[in-house]
């Protein structure tokens, strides 16, 4: 069975402060994990892939099979960051394309 | 443009009601699913589909039924509206070539 385990309801950090929302998965297999973005009045939107190894909108997520997480970080935050973030893990073992979301870490930056 | 639709984007109806929410994408996806989310919440899985003629139950317990005729039109109908459904409903498509999804704007409804 694969899991995903945002731990955190609600991040709340001032402008300018680091950012880490975390992360943890559960899979047997070789996971695919991908962080979705939902910003207000706005569709959920794929954010980044861990296979990218990119940074969008100065976020990166590094995959941790050892500690099985894949926080999301930055180092300074925006205003613009306030939105509901969803960390996600897609397992594709026997031929299934079900992705497995977490419960999702609404993140408020205050000026 | 490629893109995935959802209409109605807000609907309010009256307890026993059938209603079927629509989902059409024009990105060519084989793969679609229905999701209910309450707002900030976390989204539940209602049902999915492979392909043309394929549907599946998700993980959530819903009254819902979907069918899939053509690759493009994803509709979820419910036959008799409570107020437990209310709810927001996401349709989303997925890309094989890069494992992503895309959501459509969703569907909030409100049964009285």
């Known amino acids: 069975a694969q899991r995903v385990t945002q731990p955190e309801k609600l991040l709340s950090v001032f402008k300018g402060a680091p950012v880490e929302l975390k992360c943890n998965y559960s899979?047997?297999?070789?996971?695919?994990l991908f962080w979705y973005v939902q910003y207000s009045r706005q569709r959920l939107q794929l954010l980044l892939r861990h296979i990218s190894r990119e940074s969008i909108k100065g976020f990166t997520a590094d995959l941790n099979k050892g500690e099985t997480s894949f926080h999301l970080k930055k180092p300074f935050a925006q205003e613009e960051d306030s939105a509901m973030y969803y960390c996600?893990?897609?397992?594709?073992?026997?031929?299934?394309?079900?992705?497995?979301f977490g419960r999702g870490t609404s993140l408020i930056v205050h000026p | 443009e490629a893109d995935i639709y959802q209409t109605p984007r807000y609907l309010v109806i009256g307890t026993g009601k059938k209603i079927t929410l629509e989902c059409s994408q024009t990105?060519?996806?084989?793969?679609m699913y229905w999701y209910q989310q309450d707002p900030g919440m976390e989204l539940h899985l209602i049902h999915y589909s492979y392909g043309v003629n394929s549907t599946e139950k998700g993980d959530l317990s819903s009254e819902s039924t979907v069918s899939r005729i053509r690759t493009e039109h994803f509709p979820l109908t419910l036959e008799s509206a409570r107020p437990s459904h209310t709810s927001q409903y996401l349709c989303a498509s997925y890309l094989s070539s890069t494992d992503t999804q895309y959501f459509g704007p969703g569907t909030r409804l409100t049964v009285l």
């Open positions: 899979y047997s297999g070789s996971p695919e």
């Open positions: 996600a893990l897609y397992g594709k073992g026997g031929g299934s394309y079900i992705p497995t």
């Open positions: 990105m060519g996806h084989d793969k």
